[in-house]
C-alpha cells in the first residue's frame, strides 16, 4: 500500500507540474483580444481556479509527507483547495449552461448570454465558492495519531447536527449530485444537437452549396465539440469522489480498498485540473490558432509575408 501511495504522488507531482505549465499558457491564449467571448470568460475563470487547485494540492498531497510541515500545509492549504474545487465544479456547470441556451435555444440566446454576464456569473460562483468554505477555515487542525497514518478531526457535542449535515448531506448535494446531474444531460442534449448539425451541414455541403450559415454552424460546433469533451473528461473524473464520498456519507470505512480509492479519486480530481490545455489545443481550432499566433509569432509573420508574396505574384502575373 505504501509503494502504491508513493508512486501515486510521483505521478502527481509530475502531473501537477505540466497543469500548471498547461494552465499558465491556457491564461495567456484566452486573455487575447481574439479569443474574447463568453466562453472564454469561463475558459480562464476555469484555467484559474484549477491553478490554484493544483497548487494546493501539491502541498496538501506529496508535500504532507513532511511531517513536521503536515499540519501548516494542511490549515493554509486544505480551505483554499476546497474552494477552487468547489469554484471549478460549477464554472464548469455555468459554461454548460452557457453552451445549452447557444446550441438549443438560438433565438433566445441573446437574453441569456452575454461577455458581462458570464463575468458577473464567474464572479457569484467564486464568492459562493468561498462562502460555501467558510466552515472548512473553522475547523479543527487535524491531529496526527503516532501509531496511525490516518488523521482526524474531534468536534464537540453541540457542532456535531452541523457538521454532519455540512460534510456529509450538503457536501454530496452541492458539490456532486446537482452539478453531475445538470452536466450530463445538457452535456446530452448539446451531444445531440451537436450531431443534428452536422447532418445539415453535410446535406449543404453535398449540394456545394457551403452557405454563411453553414460555415458559422461549423465554428459554433468545434467550440460545443470542444466543451462537450471538458465537461465528459470532467464528469470521468469526478464520478469515483461522488461514489466515495457518498460511502463516508453513509458509513466510514477504514479497510485497504477505499483507501485506494480514496488515493484514485484525489489523483483524478488533479488530472482533470491538469489537462484543460491539451483538450483545448486537440478539439478548438479557434485556441489552436491563437495559441500558435501568440507562441510562436515568428511563423505566423512568415506566413503573412509568404501570403503577401503569394499574392503580389498572381497580381504581377495577371497585369503582365
Known sequence: MNNFIEGTQIITIIVISFGIIGNFLSVIVLKNKVMRSSVSIYLL?????????????????????????????????????????TATIWITVGLTCERYF???????????????KSFWCVILISLFSIFYNVPRWLEEI???????????????DS???????????????????????????MNYML????????????????????????????SDNNVTRMIVVVVSIFIFCQFPALIYNIKFGIQPANDISWEIISE???FLVILNSAVNFILYCAFGQKFRRTFVHVIIPCNENENVVNRRSLTNNVTNTMLR
Not at 484559474?48 to 508535500?63: H, K, S
Not at 457542532?159 to 444531460?185: C, D, E, N, Q, R
Request: net charge positive; proline share 5%; with cysteine.
Open 45 to 85: 475563470a476555469l484555467t484559474l481556479w484549477d491553478t490554484v487547485l493544483l497548487i494546493c494540492a501539491l502541498f496538501i498531497g506529496p508535500l504532507m509527507r513532511f511531517e513536521n510541515l503536515r499540519v501548516i500545509f494542511f490549515k493554509i492549504f486544505y480551505p483554499p483547495a476546497l474552494v477552487a474545487q
Open 191 to 218: 451531444i445531440r444537437e451537436l450531431k443534428n448539425s452536422q447532418l445539415y451541414v453535410l446535406n449543404d455541403t453535398n449540394k456545394s452549396l457551403i452557405s454563411s450559415k453553414s460555415r458559422r454552424i461549423r
Open 102 to 116: 447557444a446550441v438549443c435555444f438560438p433565438l433566445k440566446a441573446q437574453f441569456f448570454i452575454s461577455m458581462k
Open 142 to 156: 487535524p491531529m496526527s495519531i503516532n501509531n496511525s497514518e490516518h488523521t482526524f478531526v474531534n468536534h464537540s
Open 159 to 185: 457542532t456535531i447536527g452541523f457538521h454532519k449535515f455540512y460534510y456529509s448531506y450538503a457536501y454530496i448535494v452541492i458539490m456532486f449530485f446537482i452539478p453531475l446531474l445538470v452536466l450530463s444531460s
Open 264 to 266: 484514485i479519486r484525489n
